[in-house]
């Protein structure tokens, strides 16, 4: 942007756009009932099964958003790194002792971009969360860590959780700046009579992909980044 004189054109912008290229890949999961157990005709157990594959199916896309490793399949959050792999002091940092610090977080903190820090947020398991985090204290002994209105934050950023990732990984950044998804197709769920098995057949599928959109926008903490 440029100051421009009232009446005289404007410049165009020079900003470049990032081109993501996303495709579909087909994610399903089958469940077989018994003939008997379909004649039964319980709209509740139907309406139950369903809500499970559902919840299998976005489960599965959680995994590839943080875990995918995009070999004909999404690429996840974990291949969001600079260069090809993480590196200390350029996108990640390398916990300084056998135990998380609160050094370790500051640094993390730190090193993001403050164009991506309004929207920053953790993201880590319950389990890394309240076995490393949870009792951290600064200098002055004060907690780092502040649970409000069912949420917890770290020196003021939100806290998400996730099972999906590797316990004692913390990613620290703008997460929804950092990834593109598509859902191609939404969840779907089919049933069809399976006369061989004398079943139900219970189709969950959905058409799903995501890759890193941008880098430098998410920092990993670790204890095994080189």
């Not at 389990?127 to 780092?144: A, M």
């Not at 950092?178 to 939404?186: E, F, I, Q």
Request: charged content about 20%; overall charge negative.
């Amino acid at each position: 942007p440029t100051i421009k004189a009232g009446g005289s054109a404007v410049d165009e912008a020079t900003t470049t756009l990032t081109a993501v290229s996303l495709t579909g890949y087909t994610i399903s999961t089958i469940v077989a009932v018994g003939a008997d157990l379909g004649s039964m005709a319980i709209d509740a157990f139907e309406t139950w099964l369903t809500a499970k594959l559902a919840e299998g199916l976005a489960y599965k896309i959680e995994d590839y958003i943080v875990n995918g490793d995009g070999n004909s399949a999404p690429t996840g959050l974990e291949k969001a790194s600079v260069g090809a792999s993480w590196a200390d002091t350029t996108d990640a940092v390398d916990w300084a002792s056998s135990a998380l610090g609160v050094v370790d977080l500051d640094e993390a903190i730190g090193m993001l971009p403050a164009s991506y820090d309004r929207n920053a947020k953790f993201l880590m398991s319950k389990k890394t969360f309240f076995n490393s985090v949870v009792g951290l204290q600064d200098v002055n002994n004060y907690p780092v860590v502040r649970y409000e209105g069912g949420t917890y934050y770290i020196r003021g950023y939100k806290v998400i959780f996730s099972d999906k990732v590797k316990t004692n990984d913390i990613y620290f950044g703008d997460l929804k700046r950092a990834m593109a998804g598509n859902l191609g197709v939404d969840f779907t769920i089919e049933r069809d009579r399976n006369l061989r098995y004398n079943s139900w057949d219970f189709l969950g599928w959905c058409v799903f992909d995501c890759k890193p959109a941008a880098k430098g926008t998410v920092i990993k903490i670790a204890a095994d980044i080189a």
